[in-house]
């Protein structure tokens, strides 16, 4: 089943739904951090988290989801925009033990304090940015506080990474998929508590069931009201846009005598990409080209 986003509305109860199903992305992230699996599975949920926020906002904006915490995880970053196209990081991608299902699941790697923020691009030069303390220490759950708090809107979401296999081998991200429930403004709130309990017991099985039928027909399983429309879809991606041209301009901002002092003690300079693990090399005479584009010292 291919990576995608879908938005739905259920029309006679103003309740708004967004699916994605994310296992493809999930993995391309594990490869490019070489990520053990609580990392890798954490990163799985933040990514699929981060879509799912991303389909809240404008066309031409972005959304960023950090966690912060006192675990040998330490946090993760997730950049996203309304397009599908997502990157993010863990900040320790060799995190390996999990805990039994239930409370305590992912408390060995996130540890015992810690905060959730997103921030979320407004337009025109605008952003706000809102914050939780973790108190579930589970995304889901600390994100429908975050809703509460931030927007004081009822959310529920759902996150799950399910195992399965992969030519005929284990594969600890057989399945990855979220899902976001809203009332909009005029929404129906008991509808939306009875469905948001069907969905906290059946979505796991459901998305067991159905995962390989494509994510439209998995978001009509869910959600089999005769009254949900598809709004939209599009395919979701891990994607990074950093480039040696934005090291390059990265230098520059540094100034003169700092490139002088990096040219004199270095010879070059270097950068790795936190989101896709790209290593750039800027070489001496690369150097000392842009020092050459760059206004003369003054006197």
Known sequence: MADELVSGLLKETDLRVVLVTASELARHARELHRSAPASASLMAEALTAGALLSALQKSDSRVNLQLE????????????????????????PLVSHLGAEGTYHWRPALGNKGFLSVLRDLGGGEYYRSAVELEAFDLARDLERYFGMSD??????????LPGTANGAPEPLGT???????????????AFRELGDRL????????????????????????????????????????????????????????????????????????????????????????????????????
């Open 69 to 92: 915490c006192d675990g040998p995880l330490r946090g993760l970053f997730v950049d996203a925009d309304a397009t599908g196209v997502l990157r993010g990081y863990a900040k320790n």
């Open 152 to 161: 004081q809107l009822p959310t529920r979401v759902y996150l799950s990474v």
């Open 176 to 190: 990855v998929a979220g899902l976001l429930l809203q009332p909009l403004p005029d929404g129906d709130q008991a």
């Open 200 to 299: 906290a017991r059946d979505f796991e099985s459901t998305l067991k069931a159905q995962a390989g039928q494509g994510t439209t027909a998995l978001l009509k399983a869910l959600v089999p009201q005769p009254d949900l429309e598809v709004m939209s879809r599009y395919p979701v991606s891990f994607t990074c846009n950093c480039s040696k041209d934005r090291v390059k301009r990265a230098l520059v901002s540094m100034g003169r005598a700092e490139l002088e002092d990096i040219l004199a003690t270095e010879g070059e300079a270097k950068a790795d990409c936190h989101f896709c693990t790209t290593h750039y090399v800027v070489t001496g005479d690369e150097i000392r080209q842009i020092l050459a584009e760059m206004d003369p010292p003054t006197s």
